[in-house]
């Protein structure tokens, strides 16, 4: 029995009509005996020997049935015993509390009921629920991303870098991209680059809609598409864009990345917000960095930091885990501005210069302690900078913000440089052998010598007695044992190319004995610069004037000087021969690309109808 005892205190509960009621009461006689009774009474109530407290009445024997007599308590049912007895004690209050309040009867409270509004069901008081927490709580951002974010299929062929008559075949991708404002969609440049077909695809839909790039900015990797389709639009949702977001707050990546045909939504924190070098472009811009991975398939896709876009998921590391990257929205801003003006761009200085972290070389330039800033070293001919900057100048501050002597400045030099539009100017502040002057520079951007990308257009060649000749780019040098001193170099003209050769000769009897000069190593890929090309004593600019100088030789022979001194004899005539058989045998359809073609006016012809005979 006082196994049943304990056990049936560990579900006592006031308010449960199921649990037994017990009344236990304490043997004066055996301070450690007691009687337990069943009561059928709504509390539990503990006598014990040491309190006086009235007996019950006889209603209340009445209704008692003995069950043991004479129970001897151990430790643990004492304990139990006391709590009961504190409950004893609180229980008059809340009886007099229940007293005060005026009792209520159940025909009462029905005919209150009906006199008031008619009554609701479950079901509408859940939609009225849902209704209300909709006014109050904004769009998560799967909700916003389902309307509005869309799956990009690309089809693109690029041309191939050491056959550029060539293209290579087609290669098929996929990435991610977002609705805004004027019927636009928001994508990645690198997802539609070189493309031949573009459709999209909306959530929850098998259809794909043809789609056209309106723009593409490469430097910052971002393109816009357009449909012209009005059955895409319907139901859509454009998306607004927001701000920076801050350090360590959360942010929402959603795009369709690989693993799956749904879309997805991954969760991350800001870690870091600083300029970095895009990938695509190799130019340097503002990023943030998220801990949220960014896997192929989610490029173009929103970063959401509450209810709006953040910025554009474009690339990520792929030897770390957890660590991608977004295109924040003051260049997705400014790259919409160039896009109504029709000419995607960012400022540039167009000047090589240099930390000043030294102590001793602040002294030299008579930099006080409190200046900081960086040294000009070399400044582009064809810049504006050119016409007020001078080498050996310090500059201090561009528009009144002070720039730094270490890579911070260099950072914050970039940053407010590149988010200016290539038609505004800055304020800069010089120090010129210790004296302190300001000048209003233009930051339109130069033509690089050495370009770094190619992108949406055939490459430049030229094929002349087996030597293929092409400007430098840097692919070229990405793709070689070239030194990449040459893409450090600056024109000196607006036109200016350099042309190499590449070390893979098309083979002849007229170029043999030429592989002691290292030109003709396929495996190596390696290159030679035309420092100068002497036909005839002309100095050539770019590989237009290449072949327009080599085209108009009439001479017996060609001779070419190349860099460190080395140099090319060619018989004119033989050369000239030799070309045709080499198109001939490898199918080249053309000994130049399309872009060194002479210009042929177009004269208009006469053609007569044709006439179809009918058969009787």
């Known amino acids: 029995m006082y196994r049943s005892v304990c056990t049936m205190s560990r579900f006592y509960c006031n308010s449960s009509g199921l649990v037994p009621r017990f009344l236990v009461v304490c043997n004066n006689s055996a301070p450690k005996t007691a009687t337990l009774r069943y009561v059928s009474s709504s509390n539990l109530r503990c006598f014990s020997s040491k309190t006086s407290t009235p007996a019950p009445s006889d209603t209340a024997k009445d209704k008692i049935t003995p069950v043991?007599?004479?129970?001897?308590?151990?430790?643990?049912?004492?304990?139990?015993?006391?709590?009961l007895i504190q409950q004893e004690k609180e229980q008059p209050v809340v009886n007099e509390a229940n007293n005060t309040t005026p009792s209520v009867t159940h025909q009462e409270k029905e005919e209150s009921t009906k006199n008031t509004t008619p009554p609701v069901t479950h079901q509408e008081k859940e939609e009225s629920i849902v209704d209300e927490a909709k006014k109050t709580t904004p769009p998560s951002a799967i909700d916003l991303a389902l309307n509005s974010v869309v799956k990009v299929f690309t089809v693109s062929?690029?041309?191939?870098?050491?056959?550029?008559?060539?293209?290579?075949?087609?290669?098929?991708c996929s990435g991610s991209g977002f609705l805004i404002s004027g019927k636009k969609i928001i994508t990645n440049a690198h997802v539609v680059d070189n493309h031949t077909s573009v459709k999209v695809q909306k959530h929850g839909s098998a259809t794909k809609y043809k789609a056209k790039v309106r723009m593409i900015g490469h430097e910052c990797d971002l393109a816009i598409l357009e449909v012209d389709n009005d059955e895409f639009w319907e139901g859509m949702n454009f998306l607004e864009l927001g701000d920076v977001p801050k350090l360590q707050e959360e942010v929402h990546l959603v795009g369709y990345p690989c693993g799956g045909?749904?879309?997805?939504?991954?969760?991350?924190?800001?870690?870091?917000?600083?300029?970095?070098?895009?990938?695509?472009?190799?130019?340097?811009?503002?990023?943030?960095?998220?801990?949220?991975?960014?896997?192929?398939?989610?490029?173009?896709?929103?970063?959401f930091l509450g209810n709006k876009v953040a910025g554009v998921a474009f690339e990520g590391l792929f030897w770390s885990d957890g660590i991608g990257y977004m295109i924040p929205t003051p260049v997705v801003k400014h790259f919409l501005d160039c896009v109504e003006e029709k000419h995607v761009s960012f400022g540039s200085m167009n000047i090589s210069y240099q930390m000043m972290g030294n102590a001793q070389i602040r002294d030299y330039f008579k930099m006080s302690k409190d200046m900081t800033g960086i040294l000009v070293n070399e400044i582009n001919p064809l810049s504006d900078a050119y016409n007020f900057l001078k080498k050996d100048d310090v500059i201090l501050a561009i528009d009144g913000v002070p720039i730094g002597n270490d890579s911070k400045g260099h950072r914050r030099f970039q940053a407010l440089v590149s988010m200016k539009k290539p038609s505004e100017t800055?304020?800069?502040?010089?120090?010129?052998?210790?004296?302190?002057?300001?000048?209003?520079?233009?930051?339109?951007?130069?033509?690089?010598?050495?370009?770094?990308?190619?992108?949406?257009?055939?490459?430049?060649?030229?094929?002349?007695?087996?030597?293929?000749?092409?400007?430098?780019?840097?692919?070229?040098i990405d793709g070689s044992y070239m030194c990449e001193c040459s893409s450090k170099k600056m024109p000196k003209k607006a036109s200016e190319q350099i042309v190499i050769i590449l070390r893979f000769i098309l083979e002849d009897d007229i170029n043999a004995g030429y592989a002691s000069l290292k030109i003709c190593?396929?495996?190596?890929?390696?290159?030679?610069q035309v420092k100068k090309v002497k036909v005839n004593g002309i100095e050539v600019d770019n590989l237009k004037h290449l072949s327009q100088v080599i085209e108009e030789c009439s001479t017996g022979y060609l001779r070419l000087d190349l860099e460190n001194e080395k140099v090319l004899i060619l018989n004119n005539k033989l050369a000239r021969k030799a070309n045709s058989t080499i198109l001939k045998e490898l199918k080249i359809p053309s000994a130049m690309s399309d872009d060194l073609q002479p210009r042929q006016v177009n004269r208009s012809r006469l053609v007569s109808p044709r006439h179809s005979k009918k058969n009787n």
């Open 261 to 303: 045909d749904s879309i997805s939504v991954t969760k991350g924190v800001v870690s870091r917000v600083e300029l970095k070098e895009y990938s695509h472009s190799s130019t340097e811009l503002l990023t943030v960095q998220i801990d949220a991975a960014i896997n192929s398939g989610n490029s173009g896709g929103p970063v």
């Open 157 to 172: 062929s690029k041309p191939r870098l050491f056959q550029p008559w060539q293209i290579s075949m087609q290669n098929e």
């Open 68 to 83: 043991v007599n004479k129970f001897s308590f151990s430790s643990i049912f004492q304990g139990w015993m006391n709590g």
């Open 521 to 528: 190593s396929i495996n190596t890929l390696e290159m030679e």
């Open 426 to 476: 800055a304020l800069i502040k010089v120090l010129r052998e210790g004296k302190e002057c300001e000048f209003n520079v233009g930051l339109k951007p130069v033509k690089p010598l050495v370009p770094l990308h190619n992108f949406d257009k055939m490459r430049s060649y030229y094929i002349y007695g087996g030597f293929l000749f092409v400007p430098l780019s840097q692919p070229y």
